[in-house]
């Protein structure tokens, strides 16, 4: 009988000891927030054991799944001022350990930053891509994945220091936010370099940098008045990611009888009153892919975390903006709450949405407010979402010589006749090209001329206009034929030993060759005057039917207008200036600021053929 005592003792005590915290997810937060309940996430083998309690806190709820390594701890925070509490871990009345939680204080009014907004012009770049400012970390001993540049789907070596060693490069071209692909840790053993496929939420991957790093990105673009703006993914984690490894809930993921299951990709099924629900159910719950798990975001403890993490991460590194990749994949009810906590969080905050649809209501469905989702009654309290529609126009029209009823200028046109569907088209984003399409270059085989008229109408249109890494010096990429890895080609200069340098002027000797100077030297015009004319940003947009492949539209307000002109035919035409009275208004004159050319408007005047003008009337 007293063997088999000690032998009992023996266990409890291995049992009690045995129960460790391994992580606490937020790792801290701040006093003052506008969300009261904070979720904790605690974790480590056989935690669920230990009881919670603490004499600094007040807990009103504790959460303990199927799983016995997780505690998932509810703490009201109204009132509490910032600085370190202590929460205790016990097991049969007797203190185990406890953990040293720290409130922070926000910054002064963190709460009303203001986000992107049509004003600026966002910069998109894949940062293994862009440029190596620290070669110590191009592989990491904690990653899989090592640094092989000659791999077209491998790590190049990119990194934040990259990024902040050429900021002076983006302020120069008149770029005035910084969208990167994500740069949270990835860990897949192969493709890991777009970290879409994320292993942790709340480390940014050693082979970019540090936590520190990138608030330190922020730090530098907030002096240089931009703004950074994090690619936040919502839908779906990485198959290394350790919570995927130790599921808390069976139901934290989407999980399949046969184990993956490939998302349909089908997003109509989302509100198509016609939909069947086994097709639905395969678009939201199927996987992107067998290395990204398909997040639940209708599990209330989940829907938490992310939501936690998307915050803290605007917090700790003062962000700007998100733009969430596939958002339209998502547990609907479940991003509406998501966005809706971040926004009310920050009222003045924006978040664009990658709604990759073709068709304009089906995309107004997901802008906030929006009346074609009150036919359900849904309403994803979403601000922004990107202009899908302009883009496939734009892949096409200027390799359309000939205008017709549909082809041509006619698609741009057509394009902004359904405006009307979503309720806030200035915050829409626009674009030529990103990181998942041919390069706009490409498309149109190198044509300068081709990519003037383009920009011109991204720049000059309602709406945010982004542009893609690599545009601006003529950059071309072919995913088609060549894969991901062709348009997402490195940045000439961004690593050392690189023979020619497109980050300085065709006047070093090293410099930009004279035709990426030529796609250069018209961005960074275009751009800057763009920065310092607010009737871009906000001005109301009248356009004209396109004639001889000609579009005319105007962007006007009560104190300036603006006359943009895209000539797509092969042949110089004649402008009729008495047609478009309506927009210029008794203006006689005008500077065409992309050749600095003055033009009398009191009568006809011409366009070369493949050419845009933007006239500053006077």
Known sequence: MKGKLIILFTCFLFSFVNAQVEKVEPPFWWSGMQ?????????????????VSSDDLEITKVTKTENPNYIFITINTTSVEAGKKKIKLSEAGKIHSSIDYELKARRENSSSRKGFDSSDVLYLIMPDRFANGDTSNDSHPDTKEKADRSNPGGRHGGDI??????????????????????????????YSYHTYAQSDLYKIDPRYGSNEDYKRLAKEMHD???????????????????????????????????????SNYRMTTQFDTNASQVDAKGCMNGWFDTTMPDMNQSNPLLLKYITQNAIWWIEYADLDGFRVDTYSYNDKEGIASWTKAIMDEYPNFNIVGEVWMHDQAQMAYWQKDS??????????????????????????????????????MIRAYDNFTNDFLY????????????????????IYQGDIEKYKMAMTLVFTTRGIPQMYYGDEIGMLGNRDKKGDGDIRRDFPGGWKGDKQSAFLSSNSEEGRTKDQEAFHSFTKKVLNWRKN????????????IPFDNVYVYFR???????????????????????????????????????????????????????????????
């Not at 047609?579 to 210029?584: A, L, N, P, V």
């Open 35 to 51: 969300a009261k309940d904070l979720q904790l996430m605690v974790y480590g083998k056989d935690i669920a054991k230990l009881d």
């Open 423 to 442: 309720p806030d088209i200035n915050n829409i984003l626009l674009f030529a090209g990103n990181h998942d399409t041919n390069r706009i270059n490409e």
């Open 161 to 190: 220091q990259g990024i902040i060693d050429h900021l002076d490069y983006l302020k120069d071209l008149g770029a005035t936010a910084l969208w990167s692909t994500p740069l949270l840790e990835d860990d897949e053993p192969v």
């Open 533 to 544: 004319t607010p009737v871009i940003h906000t001005g109301k947009l009248l356009q004209f």
């Open 371 to 408: 009346k074609i989702g009150a036919i359900d009654n849904f309403n994803s309290n979403l601000p922004s979402v990107m202009d899908f529609t302009l883009h496939d126009a734009i892949t096409v029209i200027f390799n359309e010589d000939e205008g017709a009823w549909d082809k041509g």
């Open 556 to 618: 006007y307000d009560d104190t300036k207008t603006i006359m943009v002109v895209l000539n797509n035919s092969t042949t110089s035409q004649e402008i009729d200036v008495a047609r478009f009275t309506e927009g210029i208004k008794g203006l006689k004159t005008g500077t065409d600021i992309i050749t600095d050319s003055n033009i009398d408007i009191s009568e006809n005047f011409t366009i070369a053929s493949k050419q845009s003008m933007i006239i500053e009337l006077k």
């Open 224 to 262: 240089l008045d931009m703004k950074l703006i994090m690619d936040y993914v919502t839908n779906h984690w990485g198959s290394k990611h350790w919570m995927i490894k130790d599921l808390p809930t069976k139901d934290w993921i989407h999980q399949w009888p046969e184990g993956f299951r490939r």
